[in-house]
């Protein structure tokens, strides 16, 4: 009896390293996302933070110079937390990216998956049919050598 050999296993395998492949940079594109999400949530926190200190300085009357610098420095945030949503965006779009290359990388690994069962079932059948066929001719063999044994037993008395 031979062993089954898939003739696609070495694409399967490189379908599979394919796959982690790309299971890996998805892993590495959500973590950026979050990365620069968790930047962007920072940057909003200290806007609000600072929005709060402007309005308490106004109710104790600030200067002028403060009102300028502090309007100066939430001007500056807005323009920092625009920028970490464009990253963010960035960095969502391509895990959306990656995810979708993945999605295709496991449907063609399935394909193949299953092409390989399919060739392993019809390996399988074959095989037992073959072993049918050998354990058939077998029987059919000791049938005709005990109606010998028995024809010649039936003679001799």
């Known amino acids: 009896m031979s062993l089954f050999k898939f003739p696609l296993q070495r694409i399967l395998d490189l379908r599979a ?12 594109a959500r973590s950026a996302a979050d990365s620069s999400r968790a930047t962007r949530d920072e940057l909003a926190e200290a806007r609000m933070t600072g ?4 309005s308490e300085a106004n109710a104790a009357g600030p200067t002028v110079g403060e009102i300028a610098s502090r309007s100066f420095a939430l001007t500056q945030l807005d323009q920092r937390i625009a920028v970490a949503s464009d990253a963010l965006r960035a960095a969502e779009a391509h895990a959306d990216k990656v995810h979708v290359e993945l999605t295709g990388a496991l449907q063609d690994k399935q394909v193949l998956d299953r092409l390989r069962l399919r060739m392993l079932d019809a390996y399988r059948a074959t095989e037992s049919n073959k ?18 044994d028995s024809a010649t037993n039936t003679e001799e008395k």
Do not use: V
């Open 17 to 28: 390293k394919r796959q982690d492949e790309i299971a890996r940079q998805l892993a590495q």
């Open 131 to 148: 072993d049918r066929t050998t354990m058939d001719a077998i029987a059919l063999q000791r049938f005709a050598q005990s109606n010998g």
């Open 51 to 54: 929005e709060m200190q402007i």
